[in-house]
């Protein structure tokens, strides 16, 4: 049998808080003992002890595979040090995000698309963490119809979020799409305006949203992203979605809660304040109790940074670990393996230490196995020759 003992650590389950230990059997929380220390155990010297994050929106991976337009890499590279990332900030199972869409000016397809999400099926198995996808798709392009029944085949695919592109909806006005558009390919405002106002009545005329949902109903947990107003919500809600992404106003995030839906905000927008484009802020929509889950969006460190800012205005420490753990693995069905320190699930855990307003992650482990360890304990030395002292010569 092989079991570990965790102790001198400040644990956070879903409910309490307390000074403890842990003990591990093959991968599994054995017991968990309050108020306790052992000598023989590892000792976490009072850092905090939480489940492994669980980010159900990250936008990483495209850029480790294209950190430049005309830079790309290999998936196996790419994913392999997203997957290092992620672990350094104390996450433990990460849904990488693949946007499905024929969406030109992007230079993204359907067939790029799934070619992308097998190579990331045949690399997933060899890495640290737990990965999964997460497709972003575009329900409003006939062009999705020869590509359902190949993405329905992709293993690691477990979340399927409605996307809608129709310019000058959801997160971008059209005049904001307009401006964007003309700084990207040097036309006027006018033949910029015509062409958008083409794209948009063409694709207000397409709605696949319950094909995809009767594809992926019994597979994937199914969502809406970038919710402006109640109708897309209605819609949402109507076309199966359970969970309101990143909605953008109070109304919309209202609307979602009303209706029993799970609502996720970024945590970079919570930690900075507010949103990156103007859009609702976390901190409002927490204001109201609108918020489930915090996802990572497009800053790993923010999700654990977050936690801590929480803890530190007042938020209970089990309410904002959960929204980082527990709540996740809720929506996605996870809550009875992961998500929680409690007797009898994964040893998914992760210590860290929070002294400078963020999350300095010390110990990842995943089934209990330690997959990263780091000493902030001992500071780097210099090096014996200050660059000062070097002489200069002149050439």
């Not at 949902?213 to 199966?240: M, N, P, Q, R, W």
């Not at 919570?270 to 497009?298: K, T």
């Not at 977050?306 to 959960?322: F, H, L, T």
């Amino acid at each position: 049998m092989n079991t570990q003992l965790l102790t001198n650590a400040q644990i956070v389950t879903p409910s309490a808080h307390f000074t403890g230990s842990i003990e591990i059997d093959n991968g599994v929380i054995a017991a968990i003992h309050k108020d306790k220390f052992y000598r023989d155990g590892h000792d976490l010297k009072g850092a905090w002890l939480i489940p492994g994050c669980i980010d159900i929106h990250t936008d990483y991976l495209e850029k480790e595979l294209h950190p430049r337009s005309s830079a790309s890499f290999p998936m196996p590279f790419a994913l392999h040090f997203l997957d290092a990332r992620a672990a350094s900030c104390g996450i433990t199972t990460v849904f990488s995000a693949i946007s499905f869409s024929d969406n030109e000016s992007k230079g993204r397809n359907f067939e790029q698309a799934i070619c992308m999400a097998r190579q990331f099926d045949e690399v997933r198995g060899s890495l640290l963490l737990r990965h999964f996808l997460h497709a972003r798709i575009d329900p409003n392009t006939h062009a999705l119809l020869d590509h359902l029944s190949d993405m329905a085949l992709l293993e690691s695919l477990y979340m399927v979020i409605f996307n809608e592109n129709i310019p000058g909806e959801r997160q971008y006005s059209l005049n904001q799409q307009i401006e964007m558009r003309m700084k990207e390919h040097g036309t006027s405002w006018e033949v910029t305006r015509d062409k958008l106002l083409a794209q948009i009545q063409e694709a207000r005329e397409i709605n696949h949203r319950h094909l995809i949902y009767e594809a992926f109903k019994d597979k994937c947990v199914i969502g809406s992203h970038d919710d402006t107003t109640v109708a897309h919500i209605l819609e949402a809600h109507a076309s199966g979605s359970v969970l309101a992404e990143m909605p953008t106003t109070l109304a919309a995030a209202r609307k979602a809660k009303e209706l029993g839906m799970w609502v996720c905000m970024g945590a970079p927008n919570y930690y900075r304040g507010g949103s990156h484009c103007g859009n609702l802020a976390c901190v409002d929509a927490m204001e109201e109790d609108l918020v489930d889950i915090l996802c990572s969006d497009y800053h790993f460190p923010t999700m654990l940074g977050s936690v801590v800012r929480m803890i530190d205005e007042g938020m209970s420490p089990s309410k904002a670990v959960n929204m980082v753990t527990l709540n996740p693995a809720r929506l996605l069905r996870f809550d009875e393996e992961i998500g929680s320190i409690a007797v009898g699930l994964k040893a998914d855990l992760v210590a860290f230490q929070s002294e400078r307003s963020f999350a300095s992650v010390t110990s990842v482990w995943v089934e209990g196995v330690c997959k990263m360890a780091a000493d902030y304990t001992e500071k780097a030395r210099p090096l014996t020759g200050a660059i000062n002292t070097i002489e200069s010569h002149t050439l």
